[in-house]
């Protein structure tokens, strides 16, 4: 239901571009976004873009620094993410919900499998 891919090694301060795909039921009906989970800590909700008007959410830590947009013709969602610092080394999932708001929580109706981001320093 949800392909994520894009993941990699990356030094201070590179970009990597992250993409999940959906079906299509899923990119015309659920916000899509991505959560984050480093080493020992807690999953946490990075960005995500809502399913009507393409309304965005960003993590305070990523503001300015990340980008998520929808591609209608590819019914993929990617995440742009510039000015990477080690902090940001983590395995980031994909997932869908109904919600608009799902980001401000931990809970999602679809998950697809995460892809490792590393930033060196």
């Known amino acids: 239901q949800l392909q994520a891919s894009g993941g990699g090694l990356v030094q201070t301060g590179g970009s990597l571009g992250l993409s999940c795909a959906a079906s299509?039921?899923?990119?015309?009906?659920?916000?899509i976004g991505w959560f984050r989970q480093a080493p020992g800590k807690e999953r946490e909700a990075v960005s995500c873009?809502?399913?009507?008007?393409?309304?965005?959410y960003y993590a305070e830590s990523v503001k300015g620094r990340f980008t998520i947009l929808r591609d209608n013709a590819k019914n993929t969602v990617y995440l742009q993410m510039n000015s990477l610092k080690p902090e940001d080394t983590a395995v980031y999932y994909c997932?869908?919900?109904?919600?608009?708001?799902?980001?401000?929580?931990?809970?999602?109706?679809?998950w697809g499998q995460g892809t490792l981001v590393t930033v060196s320093s």
């Open positions: 997932a869908a919900d109904l919600s608009n708001w799902f980001c401000t929580g931990d809970v999602a109706h679809y």
């Open positions: 299509g039921h899923i990119y015309d009906y659920y916000a």
């Open positions: 873009i809502s399913r009507s008007d393409d309304s965005t």
